[in-house]
């Protein structure tokens, strides 16, 4: 019980706070990144600043149609997981309680049985990712510790909760703090390394459909 204790007390409470302060300082760096204006005029026809913006966000979220063939089992397997961890995170009932004793918003829960299914299939997608990663010759030769540190933190938490929902391995005390410490880790992972990217793709992709479609490109 101290192990938990301390996963839910001191170590959640100092996760939370680095990452909300972490994931505020990155925001703010690039919020606050000098922009040179473009004094050059927009293109005939071309859409305002904010509709090429959110076209470009919506139209990257699938590969262009010359790439779909070479790039779909990552296209598709990334699509699995990221809506399984989304499932698992929203949609169990220990999660939303959670989440509600945090900042007061809940929502009807999910099956467990249901959540559990996709947690294992979440899980399933993230090793076929790994494996990837390690196989393909592109991929493994522009990875490094930070992308598999990455990796390693999103699994942890989707294994222990398994673990701990079957009651596997040790006891339900022990397999419920280490799920907590995971998450723990998470979080305080999350600001600094490619898990930026849940927040950080906004701003790439619709910087980049701004200034092509004020140049009349069509992304």
């Known amino acids: 019980m101290e192990l938990l204790d301390f996963a839910r007390g001191p170590a959640l409470k ?11 300082w990155r925001l703010a760096g690039v919020l606050l990144l000098p ?34 063939q070479r790039t779909l089992f990552t296209t598709i397997n990334s699509y699995v ?9 929203f949609g169990l009932a220990p999660h939303i309680l959670f989440i509600r004793n945090l900042i007061g918003l809940h929502w009807p829960a999910l099956p467990s049985n249901l959540v559990f299914g996709v947690s294992v299939i979440t899980l399933a997608a993230l090793f076929a990712a790994l494996a990837r990663r390690l196989t393909h010759p592109v991929t493994r030769l522009l990875s490094h ?6 990796w390693f933190v ?35 992972w999350f600001p600094f ?15 980049t459909g701004m200034r092509f479609s004020h140049r009349g490109v069509s992304v």
């Open 81 to 89: 997981f990221h809506i399984g961890l989304a499932v698992v995170v």
């Open 145 to 150: 510790s930070g992308d598999y540190l990455s």
């Open 35 to 68: 922009r040179m204006r473009d004094l050059s005029p927009p293109r005939e026809g071309a859409p305002a600043p904010i509709a090429g913006a959110l076209r470009t966000i919506v139209r990257r979220m699938w590969p262009r149609a010359e790439f779909v």
């Open 14 to 24: 100092f996760a939370l706070a680095v990452f909300v302060l972490g994931t505020l």
């Open 154 to 188: 999103t699994t942890l938490p989707v294994l222990t909760g398994l673990l701990a929902t079957s009651h596997l391995g040790a006891r339900y005390e022990t397999l419920l703090a280490l799920h907590v410490l995971s998450i723990a880790a998470f979080l305080i």
């Open 193 to 207: 390394g490619k898990l930026m990217h849940a927040f950080l793709f906004v701003f790439s992709r619709g910087a």
